[in-house]
């Protein structure tokens, strides 16, 4: 912390102080702003812990804590000098005062409800500080969430270098971690994450007691964000640790709520007290150190979200005029365009203004920058900031925003989470935003870090915040903005699925344990106390609500027996199917839509039911796409046109996937140009959840044994991870250098296949595509770490029992033509799958393993005929990597049908083997014994052919 920090917090607490010790804290202001710098305070501090040499201050603190508003303030000397010293300030705040003796000095559990920037991060300093001082060296683990990979990411930094000096090692666990990472992240004491990622992790980890028995402490940062959609996911790992029965304690941290103690109530005060609240502290609006000054207007003004904006634009000048006292401001708009065109509006309206009359000053300097219209703009003063401006130019428009040759930033929301630029003013010009796949109200996280960017202690004493919403949501954003919106449980929206990983996870292992999950949600304490929200008013009212959620328990779980995603054989348990709903964060109605693909389903049937996943359900067509998407979809790139009228959800996917897998270009034309960058902009979200969805595909196939499935949705899933079809001289995609062009220019030559291309010479690749040396040797080279597999297969022997069938004992060598492993291609990890089948299309084996562990040892597997079969194939291939398919055949043959069991001839479709009902039919055929087979014959069927 700066002097300035610590003066300005300081101050706020002397201004509101009413006890006598005012001029005590004046008196040490003073002294510290003779005292100086941050490092002269720390080095003194040091000095201090070393012997309590304290240099002669203007007043001793010890003898005289200083009070602020009623609270006696901490001095952070009070604490063990081994944990003071990661605290840079002497004095604790107030807030934080109040909360030392619960934070510091019990294990109960806390929930701290507290404005912004009012220095809630210490509260859970201080806790890990009293787990250290109890836990002595004993292993423990402490767990910080956040809802943002940016606030994880500034946890990270600050607490790495903070919590050294007690020697904790600290790791942040966001987005793809890689397995050495996991491993550090298993070492480190505190671990930083979100819980998306946290519930990811725990998922992986439930084999893993050990170390979820570690965990001392959960510390839940911006709880607030349970009323979001994510929220349910922060509510059910939180609800999964309650109900582990592990000894936790947690500390939960929110912005200004009502219902704060909804939240104590749900925590509870301690493992053994959890009917109890935990204990909670609540601050109101004037512990915030910054004032902030809110306004809400509401417009009236057509349905369209973008009409609306360009009205908003039109109000924004008025507004800067009106609140930003000529001060740094930013302006948040709902997407890049708008934001655009708003910098446009202010820099127009400030050149339009008298000399005398500038809604804020002339730039000092104006800045270099690359892009055209932002060139214009900056002259004025104003700047647009998003994610399509060149690196150098949003650099340049940050720096230039903090030396004040920029007064006003025009961005969308991104820039609220990810860059530090403190300003006076913020307005948010609308309140929806295009996010995911559909435009959308910002989420209340969204706002509070838009509105957190107006008055930054370091920055400003007041600040001022502006939103500019339709009429109907004015109340909804006053009582937002005034911490007055009650938080809701989200967790019912997606109960069943939630259900099903805890049954996955083992939290759930009977009804009684559902209940008791459920019992540990925050969504309980909020059912009772507002059943209206959860619409529980139409069922009988003489059940209680506690009856109404066990219910819902069992309607769910029933529902999850029932689609054979669980299974209650005493113990409830997650079958594979249930186990990959979970493990790929797949809807229940999807995962209804994969378990009914039908047998031996073609590549055309598996790509059908992924665009039908309940995930894509909000791709709607909007006004003006539907002849866009008519268009597109009678591209000859397209391989399966849809053949109906194009209007749901489903074709739009499967047009969106098939014309960037067959590389078809955007119909152009006036009329079809404006809809290219929601195209791209919804090709993105359609591609991340493709990737998730067809593995989840793959893995139900796998459960149901029906290894055509298997291989088509494994090819889907190759062509969907390299985004070009498999089979198709677009395959040559994957190779850097070459693109379209290069691609369409080998195919007219006959190069229309990796393999062809690795037949060439260089001079030959150079010839075929007009380039000169050394591209074609370069090309080669390249190539090098492209895999090429090989694989043969061998009957080793078979045994024949009557009535049961074969089991052949195959050999199968899997293996690289390439003269090193290729374990990575394009940097990533190569992973090769293996499947044998037999002729009937029933799955004998799959195997999946890394291309580094592929051995060269054979592999040796019985594989078990139970109906007449003339072959088995192996297929085998790369995970991601297209063009890598390769495929051997085993011919069997005298084996006579009468080995098989009896009645079976030709086996019912594949997914029936997993089927009760047919498994209790196999089983009385065996009963029949095969006495009509001459034994000569069962002789000669045992010998390999
Ligand atoms: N005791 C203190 N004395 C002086 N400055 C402090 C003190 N405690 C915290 N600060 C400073 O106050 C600022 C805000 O603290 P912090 O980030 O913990 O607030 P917060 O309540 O978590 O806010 P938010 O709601 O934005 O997360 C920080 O810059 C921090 O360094
Ligand atoms: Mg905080």
Known sequence: MNLDDFDRQLLAEVEQASSPTVAALQSRKRYLQGNGSEEQIKRRKTQAQARDQVPAPSFNLRHAP?????????????????????????????????????????????????????????????????????????????????????????????????????????????????????????????????????DSITRKWRDNRRLLDMIKLFLVDEVHILKDSRGATLEAVVSRMKSIGTQVRFIALSATVPNSEDIAAWLGKSPEQSTQPARIEVFDESFRPVRLEKHVYGFQYGNNDFSLDNHLRKQVPDMIIKHSKKKATMVFCMTRKSALQTAQTLAEAWRNSERHQLPWPAPRQIIVVGDTVLRDTVQAGVAFHHGGLSVEDRHAVEQGFLQGFITVICSTSTLA?????????????????????????????????????????????????????????????????????LLEST???????????????????????????????????????????????????????DEMLQQWCEKDIQALLHANMVEDSGRLKCTELGDAMAKYY???????????????????????????????????????????????????????????????????????????????SQPDGENFRKHHQQHSTERLVIFSHANRLIRCIIDCQIYMKDSVSVRNALELGRCIAAKVWDSTPRQLKQVPEIGDVLCRKLASQGINSIEK???????????????????????????????????????????????????????????????????????????????????????????????????????????????????????????????????????????PDAVFPAGIKSRPGPRDVDHPAIQKASQVATAFDDDDIEDADLLAATEPQ
């Open 417 to 485: 989470v990810g860059v530090n630029l403190p300003c006076y003013l913020v307005v948010l010009q609308g309140t929806t935003t295009w996010a995911t796949n559909a435009m959308q109200s910002y989420s209340d996280l969204e706002v509070m870090q838009m509105l957190g960017r107006a008055g930054r202690p370091q920055f400003e004493q007041s600040a001022c915040a502006v939103i500019l919403t339709r009429e109907q949501h004015v109340s909804r954003y006053q009582k937002m903005v005034s911490g007055q919106e």
């Open 491 to 545: 967790l019912h929206l997606n109960l069943v699925e939630h259900l099903n990983a805890e049954i996955g996870l083992g939290t759930i292992r009977s009804m009684a344990l559902a209940q008791k999950w459920l019992a540990s949600t925050f969504l309980r304490v909020r059912v009772m106390r507002n059943p209206g929200h959860y619409q529980l008013e139409e069922t009988n009212s003489h059940v209680g609500t």
């Open 66 to 198: 200083p009070m602020a508003r009623g609270i006696q303030l901490v001095c952070t000397s009070q604490m063990p000098d081994r944990v003071s010293a990661i605290f840079p300030y002497e004095i604790l705040n107030a807030v934080q005062s109040k909360c030392f003796p619960v934070a510091f000095e019990s294990n109960d559990n806390l929930v701290v409800s507290a404005p912004t920037g009012s220095g809630k991060t210490v509260v859970m300093e201080l806790a890990i500080c009293r787990l250290v001082m109890e836990t002595r060296n004993a292993d423990f683990k402490v767990i910080y969430q956040a809802p943002t990979k940016s606030l994880c990411s500034e946890r990270y930094h600050d607490w790495s270098k903070k919590f050294k000096l007690l020697g904790l090692d600290v790791a942040e666990l966001t987005g793809d971690t890689s397995n050495d990472h996991l491993r550090q992240v298993q070492q480190a004491r505190i671990i930083i994450t979100t819980p998306e990622k946290w």
């Open 757 to 895: 291309l690795l037949a060439k010479e260089a001079y030959q690749i150079e010839m075929a595509v007009g380039k000169t040396q050394p591209f074609g040797t370069r090309l080669l080279a390249k190539l090098q770490s492209y895999p090429r597999l090989r694989v043969s297969i061998k009957e080793m022997g078979r045994e024949i029992k009557r009535g049961h069938g074969a089991t052949l004992r195959l050999r199968v060598d899997v293996g690289f033509l390439n003269t090193k492993t290729p374990t990575y291609f394009h940097k990533t990890p190569v992973y090769v799958c293996f499947v044998v089948e037999d002729s009937n299309g029933n799955l004998l084996d799959f195997r999946r393993f890394s291309a580094g562990k592929l051995e060269s040892e054979p592999i040796l597997l019985s594989a078990v005929a139970e109906q007449p079969l003339t072959h088995v194939g192996c297929s085998v291939m790369c995970d991601e990597i297209v063009g890598t398919a390769m495929h051997a055949e085993l011919k069997v043959s005298g084996i």
């Open 586 to 664: 797949v809807n229940f109605d999807t995962m209804k839509i994969f378990t009914a693909i039908p047998p031996k389903a073609k590549l055309r049937e598996i790509l059908s039911a992924l665009t039908r996943a309940a995930e894509f359900s909000e791709m709607r067509l909007r006004s003006g796409e539907k002849s866009y998407y008519k268009e597109l979809n009678k591209k000859s790139e397209i391989m399966f046109p849809v053949n109906v009228d194009i209007a749901l959800p489903e074709h739009k996917v499967s047009i969106i996937l098939q014309a960037e897998l067959g590389g078809a």
